[in-house]
């Protein structure tokens, strides 16, 4: 009965996460854009990812739990502390994931100010030069007793509802579609830029690995390759998340 009180709770806080804004912020880009992030560094994200970004002239944001660096899983091989040192030293951006990839709606605000700062530390112990301005949301799941916290801490919190963000936005909860192969197909990333262009948006994608077979939270280099190829095709520029912000006026 406690575990599925508490479920209940993580997922009230959630929908509350989702509806309701600490403040809104009104995008002012003067045309679409799209960003590409990536969640728990997968090394065949540093790698294949972020070279597919590259070849096309472009850059992505990285979301990473310094705890789970080097720690492998089920689903992939972990990229290592080397690989985010050289992520950044490439131009891409390094978010945060919290240190030990803990739901934010599982912490008080104690805990989530020391996986903050647990965070922080760690990436600046790989080099000074590495600074953290976007959070994404582990697992996805919000909070929104802690999102004045986190608006204090971060320019940005991703979560992954889908949608385009455009007009009035909540960037303590921003909207992104899934890159994942069991998530979207080709025609659903043209219609996610149609949106955008129809809108005036900022489309966000989110994706974990990235492999000829991914795992059920990646997506396969065809797919990302689609994806840029139809940001270049409606010649919408590629940013990181720091930089569509301060597109859009942030």
Request: glycine share 10%; charged share 15%; proline share 6%.
């Given at each position: 009965m406690n575990a599925k009180w508490s479920e209940a709770k993580t997922r009230a806080s959630h929908r509350l996460a989702m509806h309701?804004?600490?403040?809104?912020?009104?995008?002012?880009?003067?045309?679409?854009?799209?960003?590409?992030?990536?969640?728990?560094?997968?090394?065949?994200?540093?790698?294949?990812?972020?070279?597919?970004?590259?070849?096309?002239?472009?850059?992505?944001?990285?979301?990473?739990?310094?705890?789970?660096?080097?720690?492998?899983?089920?689903?992939?091989?972990?990229?290592d502390a080397a690989d985010v040192v050289a992520?950044?030293?490439r131009g891409h951006e390094i978010g945060c994931h919290t240190f030990s990839h803990k739901r934010a709606c599982d912490l008080d605000a104690e805990s989530l100010a020391e996986e903050i700062e647990l965070n922080r530390r760690y990436f600046r112990s790989l080099?000074?030069?590495?600074?953290?301005?976007?959070?994404?949301?582990?697992?996805?799941?919000?909070?929104?007793?802690?999102k004045r916290q986190l608006r204090s801490a971060f320019q940005s919190c991703r979560g992954i509802?889908?949608?385009?963000?455009s007009g009035s936005v909540d960037l303590q909860f921003l909207r992104a579609m899934p890159l994942i192969d069991g998530g979207i197909d080709r025609d659903g990333i043209e219609r996610a830029f149609d949106q955008?262009?129809?809108?005036n948006g900022w489309l966000i994608f989110y994706t974990h690995d990235v492999a000829e077979e991914p795992s059920p939270y990646g997506?396969?280099?065809?797919?990302?390759?689609?994806?840029?190829?139809?940001?270049?095709?409606?010649?919408?520029?590629?940013?990181k998340m720091a930089e569509a912000l301060q597109c859009a006026g942030a």
């Open positions: 309701l804004r600490v403040d809104s912020f009104r995008l002012c880009n003067d045309a679409p854009m799209v960003s590409f992030t990536f969640d728990d560094l997968p090394k065949s994200a540093v790698t294949t990812g972020a070279g597919i970004l590259e070849a096309h002239d472009a850059r992505g944001t990285f979301y990473v739990s310094g705890g789970l660096v080097g720690t492998g899983t089920p689903n992939w091989v972990a990229g992520l950044h030293r080099d000074s030069a590495i600074k953290v301005t976007s959070f994404a949301y582990p697992f996805g799941y919000g909070s929104f007793l802690r509802v889908p949608g385009v963000n955008a262009q129809t809108d997506c396969s280099p065809g797919l990302m390759n689609h994806a840029l190829e139809a940001a270049s095709r409606r010649r919408i520029p590629v940013l």
